[in-house]
């Protein structure tokens, strides 16, 4: 089995800095892509941002500029920088990892962790 543990989550200011962090522990073999999504109250489970196994990124326009995504492969960690936050990326924040066990990939997602950013 694999799980994904999020933890860095919290209440921010607006315009303050959170860093979250993803770990996937298990029966890996190999890790291929790493994500974060959040989930707002009401609203559909969207892509903030990835990350390829080389390093590669790729973000949502409401997050560029303002988010970082990175990863430690040795780790099987991934992070999420954001900075300048604003009330609307107020969410639960979901970790996302491409994990192959044995030859296949699967998706395994994480529990969340919750961001509140208010004044």
């Known amino acids: 089995q694999v799980q994904l543990v999020e933890s860095g989550g919290g209440l921010v200011q607006p315009g303050g800095s959170l860093r979250l962090s993803c770990r996937a522990s298990?029966?890996?073999?190999?890790?291929?892509?790493m994500a974060w999504y959040r989930q707002a109250p009401g609203k559909q489970r969207e892509l903030v941002a990835r990350?390829?196994?080389?390093?590669?990124?790729n973000y949502a326009d409401s997050v560029k500029d303002r988010f970082t995504i990175s990863r430690d492969n040795a780790l099987n960690t991934v992070y999420l920088q954001m900075n300048s936050l604003k009330p609307e990326d107020t969410a639960v924040y979901y970790c996302?990892?491409?994990?192959?066990?044995?030859?296949?990939?699967?998706?395994?997602w994480g529990k969340g962790t919750l961001v509140t950013v208010s004044s």
């Open positions: 298990g029966s890996i073999r190999r890790i291929n892509d």
């Open positions: 996302n990892a491409d994990v192959s066990v044995t030859l296949l990939y699967s998706p395994y």
């Open positions: 990350v390829t196994n080389g390093g590669s990124t």
